[in-house]
């Protein structure tokens, strides 16, 4: 009776993994490129990878050579949760860490007691961010993907870096 007792717990155990479990295939690699920072003198450009249909993780990284922006360099892994009908699509939420450098930038200010202007030399900066985003992503069905997204997040490290540091876009890519 005891050995029936064991060969009964030890074939229902088994097959509890003998179950397979359904999973849909699809393309989880996204290559983007954000067309809003070309249009103004910059360059963005994002790879991620969908770990299932509702969530992804990915990595963007912005240059430019201007010094418009304060913000030279960053680079900024993120983590989206999708809440669209299609995979990884519809409108998400994201959580980003950003590592970003630059210069505050020079300016002038006036001197009322000597009447006269000086400037005020930038500083440059290394820091490390995190913050939040918001956004929508359409796909074609050949892969063509579409994106526009915002968020904005906070230094953490540097007194001379700016406290506030802002992502978004205008995207445009191909998944794979």
Do not use: H
């Not at 956004?135 to 892969?143: E, T």
């Amino acid at each position: 009776m005891k050995k029936l007792f064991i060969t009964m717990c030890l074939s229902s155990f088994l097959s509890g993994f003998a179950q397979e479990k359904g999973t849909i295939d699809f393309n989880r690699n996204e290559l983007k490129g954000n067309a809003l920072f070309l249009v103004l003198g910059a360059a963005e450009i994002t790879y991620e990878r969908l770990i299932n249909e509702d969530s992804g993780v990915g990595v963007s990284l912005f240059f430019v050579k201007e010094e418009d922006f304060d913000t030279q360099f960053s680079l900024t892994p993120y983590y989206r949760s999708y809440f669209g009908k299609k995979t990884a699509a519809g409108f998400f939420v994201e959580g980003f860490g950003m590592i970003n450098s630059g210069n505050t930038g020079s300016y002038s200010e006036y001197d009322s007691v000597n009447q006269n202007y000086y400037t005020v030399e930038g500083k440059n900066f290394t820091d490390v961010a995190l913050g939040f985003g918001l956004g929508a992503k359409w796909v074609q069905k050949r892969g063509f993907v579409f994106e526009i997204n915002a968020g904005i997040g906070r230094n953490l490290l540097n007194s001379n870096s700016p406290e506030v540091v802002g992502r978004g876009g205008i995207t445009l890519g191909y998944r794979f």
